[in-house]
T-cell receptor
């Protein structure tokens, strides 16, 4: 089973709203990732967590705030977003962070399609 | 220079033919190489992973890796209309601990 579950599937929010995206996996993976994907572009890495600690922040604006409450759960808190933040937000997980072995395969959730009005 | 390069396509092949997708990368320290398939509006789905030079086969898919030439390719045999999608090449250097994606190649399998 390589399932990563993301909720909600769709989200519409105003620029003053606060919302959260949720990602869950029960594969025992210790690395989790948030990506942003705009139409016809590849996924762009936003954050990486390894063993529940933030490992990489790709200079993402502070209106995006990640949280990893436990090894199975990853949240992305959204506040005061801009219309250009509208995109598909993807969560992924892998057994380990990297290293040239099969444990570093990233499995993606179905994504949350976010529209900011 | 882009870190991971792919021809954006579209690559059009007739049903039953072999589709050949190519990817080059710039970081010689790269250790892990992946091909993901992404249908329009959906999330990336892993097709193949490869770590050593040579070929790796899985059903109709064969990944080929040549670290000396810094390229990785994906062959799809007996292409089906359901193979029509964007194929993303992704490379993990191991040192940066992150996946770098190419821009993707759009494959169209025609009847």
């Amino acid at each position: 089973d390589t399932e990563v579950t993301q909720t909600p599937k769709h989200l519409v929010m105003g620029m003053t709203n606060k919302k959260s995206l949720k990602c869950e996996q029960h594969m025992g993976h210790r690395a989790m990732y948030w990506y942003k994907q705009k139409a016809k572009k590849p996924p762009e890495l936003m954050f990486v967590y390894s063993y529940e600690k933030l490992s990489i922040n790709e200079s993402v604006p502070s209106r995006f705030s990640p949280e990893c409450p436990n090894s199975s759960l990853l949240n992305l808190h959204l506040h005061a977003l801009q219309p250009e933040d509208s995109a598909l937000y993807l969560c992924a997980s892998s057994q380990v962070l990297s290293g040239g072995r099969s444990g570093d395969i990233q499995y993606f959730g179905a994504g949350t399609r976010l529209s900011v009005l | 220079q882009k870190e991971v390069e792919q021809n954006s396509g579209p690559l059009s092949v007739p049903e039953g033919a072999i589709a050949s997708l190519n990817c080059t990368y710039s970081d010689r320290g790269s250790q892990s190489f992946f091909w993901y398939r992404q249908y329009s509006g959906k999330s990336p789905e892993l097709i193949m992973s490869i770590y050593s030079n040579g070929d790796k086969e899985d059903g109709r898919f064969t990944a080929q890796l040549n670290k000396a030439s810094q390229y990785v390719s994906l062959l799809i045999r007996d292409s089906q209309p359901s193979d029509s999608a964007t194929y993303l090449c992704a490379v993990d250097t191991g040192t940066a601990s992150k996946l770098t994606f190419g821009t993707g190649t759009r494959l169209q399998v025609t009847l």
